[in-house]
């Protein structure tokens, strides 16, 4: 599995267990990144999109795809595209963690964190 995220509490819990790709930037960078990958043929494996938080809210997001590339998955690339259109829709509030309140910034990572660790468990038990 390949994780692409900008959450450093993400990065702490799977950069030894898993191929992860670690983006300096905000939401939409990470996405940006996200898209890339599925062009080079990575299917998501996780929602661009996770979570009931509006995507201009949270500076943070963390997508898991294959590992290995393959064939382009049109599903995928539909995906990550309204995901990158729905946020070019909205302002960000904040561009990066670093710009929101302290305590905002733990709120948001958590977050991310619990969304992604969530789905990952899930996927490892065969759920997604």
Known sequence: MLLVTNNEKVRAKYAAVCTLRFVEGGHNDVLKVVRDLVHKGHK????????????????????????????????????????????????????????????????????????IDGALASQTEGKI
């Open 44 to 115: 998501l494996l996780t929602h661009p999109l996770a979570g009931s938080v509006k995507p201009n809210e949270t500076p943070f997001r963390s997508v898991a795809l294959t590992e290995e590339p393959g064939p382009l998955d049109l599903e995928s690339l539909e995906l990550i595209e309204k995901a990158l259109g729905m946020l070019r829709q909205f302002k960000p509030r904040f561009q990066r963690g670093e710009d929101a309140p302290p305590d905002m910034r733990e709120d948001f990572a958590e977050i991310d964190y619990r969304l």
